[in-house]
């Protein structure tokens, strides 16, 4: 196969662009406090694990084994690793706003594929938190450009349990919907084909539903864990799975 080379001249060109792009970015970073703060902070965490446990770096460089698929909210208050007391390694993570499970996501889809019949998780975690401000804009006629889209299926699921989350207290009202944005989560998880297959292959899988409590940082349990697919509407029951 013929493969495409570069002359001297564009390899010079191409060479003094990428020395000036390293000379800016370099610049940049010289100069931004933050940026600058994070990258210190990364090498002072890498040297204290170095220190405590030599052969930290080389066995996470070996592979990842998680037990648990993290499903939740982009904001930077869920620090997942942070408020769960855990390491690299054991929790497979994905984020979004307003911690949505859409069935339509090839995103969200590819994540819990992935996590469910390659890494083996054993459970499937959706995680909300309160005072969400992507749950709060569904319930607003404020425009939030490109999100509107994103948030229409959670501004439906307010307009069908309205009547619910209208008789509560106005402060508790963006933190009902965001239970029900839950559990709608947990129920589309849980009807998903790569979950029945687990279910058939006699895997021990569970799907959560949580809320993290901002104000005390505990995790809220729903108590709406599903086990199994005697749990699932039998329509959903794919492949034939056994009820266990």
Same mark, same amino acid.
């Given at each position: 196969?013929?493969?495409?080379?570069?002359?001297?001249?564009?390899?010079?060109?191409?060479?003094?662009?990428?020395?000036?792009?390293?000379?800016?970015?370099?610049?940049?970073? &010289?100069?931004?406090?933050?940026?600058?703060?994070?990258? +210190?902070?990364?090498?002072?965490?890498?040297?204290?694990?170095?220190? %405590?446990?030599?052969? #930290?770096?080389?066995?996470?460089?070996?592979?990842?084994?998680? $037990?648990?698929?993290?499903? &939740?909210?982009?904001?930077?208050?869920?620090?997942?690793?942070?408020?769960?007391?855990? %390491?690299?390694?054991?929790? #497979?993570?994905?984020?979004?706003?307003?911690? !949505? =499970?859409?069935?339509?996501?090839?995103?969200?889809?590819?994540?819990?594929?992935?996590?469910?019949?390659?890494?083996?998780?054993?459970?499937?975690? =959706?995680?909300?938190?309160?005072?969400?401000?992507?749950? %709060?804009?569904?319930?607003?006629?404020?425009?939030?450009?490109?999100?509107?889209?994103?948030? /229409?299926?959670?501004?439906?699921?307010?307009?069908?349990?309205? $009547?619910?989350?209208?008789?509560?207290?106005?402060?508790?009202?963006?933190? !009902?919907?965001?239970?029900?944005?839950?559990?709608?989560?947990?129920?589309? =998880?849980?009807?998903?084909?790569?979950?029945?297959?687990?279910? $058939?292959?006699? /895997? +021990?899988?569970? =799907?959560?539903?949580?809320?993290?409590?901002?104000?005390?940082?505990?995790?809220? *349990?729903? *108590?709406?864990?599903?086990?199994?697919?005697?749990?699932?509407?039998?329509?959903?029951?794919?492949?034939?799975?056994? *009820?266990?």
């Amino acid at each position: 196969m013929l493969r495409p080379t570069l002359s001297l001249a564009n390899k010079l060109r191409f060479g003094s662009i990428l020395t000036n792009n390293r000379m800016m970015a370099n610049e940049v970073q &010289g100069c931004n406090s933050t940026i600058n703060g994070v990258i +210190e902070s990364n090498k002072d965490w890498a040297k204290d694990m170095q220190t %405590k446990n030599p052969e #930290f770096f080389v066995n996470l460089a070996k592979g990842q084994s998680p $037990k648990i698929l993290w499903i &939740g909210c982009s904001d930077s208050r869920m620090a997942v690793d942070v408020l769960t007391q855990t %390491k690299p390694g054991d929790i #497979f993570i994905h984020r979004n706003i307003a911690n !949505r =499970v859409p069935s339509e996501d090839i995103n969200a889809l590819c994540v819990i594929e992935y996590a469910v019949k390659h890494l083996k998780v054993e459970h499937v975690v =959706v995680a909300g938190h309160t005072s969400c401000g992507g749950i %709060k804009a569904a319930m607003s006629t404020d425009s939030v450009g490109i999100l509107d889209h994103w948030l /229409r299926p959670v501004k439906d699921l307010y307009i069908a349990n309205q $009547k619910e989350i209208d008789s509560l207290p106005e402060s508790d009202r963006v933190d !009902r919907l965001g239970e029900l944005n839950v559990i709608q989560g947990v129920n589309t =998880v849980s009807k998903l084909p790569v979950v029945h297959e687990a279910w $058939k292959d006699g /895997r +021990e899988l569970y =799907v959560h539903g949580w809320m993290l409590q901002l104000h005390t940082g505990l995790l809220k *349990d729903l *108590d709406i864990s599903v086990s199994g697919p005697k749990q699932v509407d039998s329509l959903y029951k794919l492949n034939a799975a056994a *009820d266990h």
